[in-house]
């Protein structure tokens, strides 16, 4: 057994130096990237004003910290929460009849093709330009962040679903089609719970990508906590900066757990 295991390993390919030639390569490219980056901006002040920044984050505001009221970190990361929650579940509700008709295997092709330009559209725009074009639209504020999650949200989401209603198993269709069953049932007992934990699994994921977002497009007036971090910095008051960061730290883990949770479950059964 040992021998034919050799045998083998000698009529391996051998590919050494295809390996030697792209790691060679990768080098050259990260070492032009290098010749970018220029160190002679760095200066005495500089260095100063990271100091501060880093004692800024490591000493927060408790107070601003523990604040419950209207302008405290708790209630602008519930804010923030809501507008990440909201905007996917917006998002992923419009993206499943996006996701459908560019399905090939569920519609005839040049229909599909519509489909996923559409959704490539989509994809193609930043979140910071949909956040600054809805906010010449409806104001800044709470609602322009919802917006634009969820229009951010479409994009991804429907790509993930569509990967997922062409892999379904049509065998079962057929199985119930020969039973007599309506298009209800063959719905809700063949389709549905083919589905339902790849959706769920890709609407938790861009729930955790949204939480993340909704931070930045708070700067550009979106609501949420990301005003309030610009501001903050803009403003040099690190210790603010210190206690907004580790509210979001928090938050990012407690949701993370969570999420992490229910994806093993749906994973599971």
Partial sequence: MNERILREYERAPKRWAWNLLVAIVCVMLIAWSGTTIEFSNITHNGLEIA???LGGILHPDTELLFNFT?????????????????????????????????????????????????IMAIRTVPPLVYGLMFIRVTGPGAFTGLLTMSLCSIGMVSKLYIEAIEDL???ILESLDACGCTLFQKIRYGILPQLFPDFMSTIIYRFDMNLRDATILGMVGAGGIGSPLIFAMNSYRWNEVGAILTGLILLVLVVEFF??????????G
Wanted: hydrophobic letters at 50%.
């Fill in 70 to 118: 209207t302008t405290g970190i708790a209630y602008l990361l519930l804010e923030t929460m809501c507008i990440a929650f909201l905007g996917t579940i917006v998002g992923a509700i419009l993206a499943v009849p996006l996701a459908f008709i560019s399905a090939t295997n569920i519609v005839p092709r040049p229909i599909s093709l519509i489909g996923r330009v559409i």
């Fill in 259 to 268: 999420s992490t949770k229910i994806r093993v479950k749906l994973a599971r």
């Fill in 169 to 171: 198993d049509t065998k």
């Fill in 51 to 53: 100091g501060n920044i």
